[in-house]
């Protein structure tokens, strides 16, 4: 693991407590009810201080998706200027299966949880044929979620348990925070759904750590999550495509820091034909430069499923 010299009393207190969760079997060393209370609370008085951002409709953006005769739609917010650009705004506020973009909260419930101890504890993947050969070994969160590797989060998920899974999901106001009664099926088939505008405000408080969790386990997060940085830039960004239960589309969200500013995006669009899921990228890409949260030269990110 990395060292942060920075962060050195703050790792003492997150292990510290780490280490009474993993010796109370992750439970929460507050009755569940009172955390989510507590946390339900704390999200009204936010909503309340925080204005509503300022929407601009930018429909001439739809021409990318047009090109490849796909629908899809696209959010991009400016944290600092609070103003949210959206393509095909209704689709934009509807929510969808999260498909293995749900991997970041994952994370982050596993790290809180104590069920994984950091980014690099070696996670295994449970054995058996997977649908890609490279998710069939063991590694740890940093490798499986920059392959995507669902029988690795699976597997975290089951650890984690849907009472606490749930619990975190409520806490972090996830979506429609409905997670049916598979641990390990919710976010690929439902009943788990959120919107590219609501990824947006997710990614948001994430990005400025300021979700009720850690600022280890959220730092950590930041770290598996970057994708290239170069310049006055760092982009951290996350996949998913939803294909299980006659579901077909994909996503691509994450975050850009730019000149001290932070611009947070969802793309989803169909995904009939599997030489479109590159386009996520290139499409996401191509707007974020327009809209000037990326420069025109900006890298190539990593791909996933």
């Not at 970041?104 to 996670?123: C, H, K, M, R, Y």
């Not at 690929?188 to 609501?198: F, Q």
Request: hydrophobic share 45%; net charge positive.
């Amino acid at each position: 693991m990395k060292s942060r010299t920075n962060e050195q009393p703050l790792h003492g207190q997150c292990l510290y407590r780490r280490r009474l969760l993993q010796l109370a079997g992750g439970a929460a060393l507050l009755p569940a009810a009172r955390l989510v209370q507590a946390d339900d609370i704390a999200r009204v008085v936010q909503r309340a201080e925080t204005a509503a951002p300022a929407e601009a409709v930018r429909e001439d953006l739809m021409s990318h998706f047009r090109e490849l005769d796909v629908d899809g739609c696209f959010a991009m917010l400016d944290v600092k200027a609070n103003r949210l650009s959206l393509v095909n705004a209704p689709r934009a506020k509807t929510r969808m299966v999260p498909a293995s973009t749900y991997k970041i909260p994952n994370s982050l419930i596993a790290f809180e949880t104590g069920v994984v101890a950091d980014p690099d504890q070696i996670q295994p993947y449970g054995g058996g044929k997977t649908r890609f050969p490279q998710w069939q070994r063991d590694m740890n969160l940093r490798e499986a979620i920059a392959m995507s590797n669902v029988p690795v989060y699976q597997g975290v998920a089951r650890r984690i348990g849907m009472q606490r899974m749930q619990t975190w999901v409520d806490r972090l106001d996830y979506g429609n925070r409905e997670l049916g009664k598979q641990v390990d099926q919710f976010w690929l088939r439902g009943p788990l759904a959120i919107s590219a505008v609501e990824q947006t405000r997710f990614l948001a408080r994430l990005a400025q750590q300021q979700l009720p969790a850690s600022r280890l386990s959220q730092q950590w997060v930041r770290e598996i999550l970057k994708v290239e940085s170069g310049g006055d830039y760092a982009l951290f960004a996350k996949t998913g495509w939803a294909m299980d239960a006659g579901l077909n589309h994909g996503w691509w969200v994450g975050w850009v820091e730019r000149n001290g500013g932070v611009f947070t995006f969802a793309l989803n669009m169909d995904l009939q034909r599997e030489e479109f899921a590159p386009k996520r990228l290139t499409i996401a890409r191509a707007m974020m430069v327009e809209l000037g949260a990326l420069p025109a030269q900006s890298g190539q990110a990593r791909k996933t499923s």
